[in-house]
């Protein structure tokens, strides 16, 4: 029988952040009819099921040596009943245990989900993506085994140990005593041999963990890329035939663990009812006991080391369960750094003139001890575009996040239409702001499905139409499924360019009043980057436009370039204006793009020298 351990892990989690009685007790909350129910079941089918040891005994000492057909049609009768309602009250109990767990289990993990989903970027920056899902899954799921068993093994092993021992006593006190004696090192010596081969499962399960990792790692699509390009396959395959062939010596002690130990525990079982009969055989040594009693009694011996043996796991269990809680209340308890507004200002449809500004705006990240930005005054008037400029780390992606509400500004306000984004509900806020960035995201799902995430209402063709602009419908048009083929994982179908332009056509769908563009074309090739920012400036039209650009060539255009350095806008203008100054924003410009730019300028006014001629 599997018996359980207390995990030091566990004990360190809960000594870390334990768990109140009270607010484990509150996940039951609305279910506490069905819960005393389920009591109530499993101790009526530990008290019905004691019945048949006594039915046996009448059959054997009473209706057969008499002949007494009669009472023993009635007493084979009570066992069928007995057996049915058993069986009944079983089945009962268990369909409401399992309902009561996973209604609990469905609250606790759609609560963790949502509340997961409301932390700002920073948390999902900081935390590995594994232990979010191990969160959400694994600790979830552990706890669910243990809520929908646990509670109903507390109440039917109790049941069940006191009303066995009550019953054995009552069938022969003396042969109660026998019992008492041989039992708790039978107890003792299983209990041990469960611990040995606990101990081995564990490292077992380690290893399998390390052998799901290496397929993982090497048969995932950046995996196999990574092996080929830099010829690892046999490396690779070297780890997993080395970690396979440990899980062979692993099965091997698991399963001769303890052998010499279980044999002896096996002795005695047998030896138990072998003493009990020799007990009983002895005048006085046992009473007067009827072979009825004697058979009824041996029944109810063999029945009660489970339900002890339950028992002793509850301690485990219970310790790991809490342990569990601790983990997945440790994610609930974690503030929520961009929270929805509670009275939110509606924006309507087709009324947002996308005026943006910012005024006074710091930040300044929770573990970081200088501002990423400081005094930002800007205001974008509706329909217009400015970029925004600087070396790596002068903080414009932190302006971008926040022009989209992934954070807060610490001090100051970004308005929309002279709403504070903090003012409007998330929903309203990703119709009015759109956002493409760098990193494209593609869900391994069909190319309809991911466009549809922008509009879950676009019909085909308006799908088509959103892929002719962006300039990717032709890619599409000669799949062989066209919009219903698989983008892969995370779009490796797909080349860069391509997966930027099915997210600029998602842009397209929601049709936001303002865009914010974070470095959208900078890790593209320069004939990528060229079919990308064509059908990028499609998108850009009749838009508030937001361009966050490392690449000053693409940005030449805008109305206004903003220069930032260390947090702080240094130079603010258009470009001509700001080369004319031969200030910050200058000495950034590529020479290489400077003198292309007037060699074209050149070419541009010779050209015009030839026509007046």
Known sequence: MRVARISDTDLQQLDEAPVGIRRAAAL?????????????????????SLAQPFLLRAVIDDALPHGNTTLLVKLVVGMVVVAILTGILGVWQTWLATKVGQQVMHDLRTKVFSHVQSLSIDFFKRTRSGEIQARITQDIAGLQSVITTTATSIASNLTTAIATAAAMVALSWQLSLLTLLVLPPALWGTRRVALVRRDITSTKQRVLAD??????????????????????????????????????????????????????????????????????????????????????????????????MGLLNIGAQWVSSMALLSRIFGYLDLPVDVPEPADPVRLPPGRVRGEVRLEGVRYRFPDGDVDALADIDLVIPSGRSVAVVGETGSGKSTLASLLVRLADPTEGRITLDGVDLRRLSSSDRAFAIGMVTQETYLRHASIAENLRLAKPTAGTDELWRALEAAQVAEVVRVLPFGLDTMVGSRGHRFSGGERQRLAIAR????????????????????????????????????????????????IRAADEIVVLEAGRVVERGTHDGLMARKGRYASMVDPLDAELEELVGRRFLGDELAESR
């Open 28 to 48: 039951f909350k609305g279910h506490f009819w069905a819960t005393l129910l389920v009591s109530v079941i499993i101790a009526a089918s530990a008290l019905i």
């Open 211 to 308: 052998l799901y990792s290496q397929v993982e790692e090497s048969l995932s699509v950046s995996g196999a890329q990574l092996s080929k390009t830099l010829g690892a396959a046999a490396r690779s395959e070297a780890k997993y035939v080395e970690i396979s062939e440990q899980l062979i010596g692993l099965e091997l002690r698991s399963q001769l663990a303890g052998r010499w130990r279980m044999a002896t525990m096996q002795t005695v079982f047998a030896v138990i009812p072998a003493l009990i009969y020799l007990a009983a055989g002895f005048p006085g040594a046992a009473g007067d006991v009827s072979i009825g009693t004697l058979i009824a009694f041996s029944t109810l011996q063999a029945a009660i080391f489970r339900p002890i």
């Open 507 to 554: 842009t397209l769908l929601a049709n936001p009043p303002v865009l914010v563009l974070d470095e959208a074309t900078s890790a593209l090739d320069t004939e990528t980057e060229r079919d990308v920012q064509a059908a990028l400036d499609h998108l850009m039209k009749g838009r508030t436009t937001i361009t966050i650009a490392h690449r000053l060539s693409t």
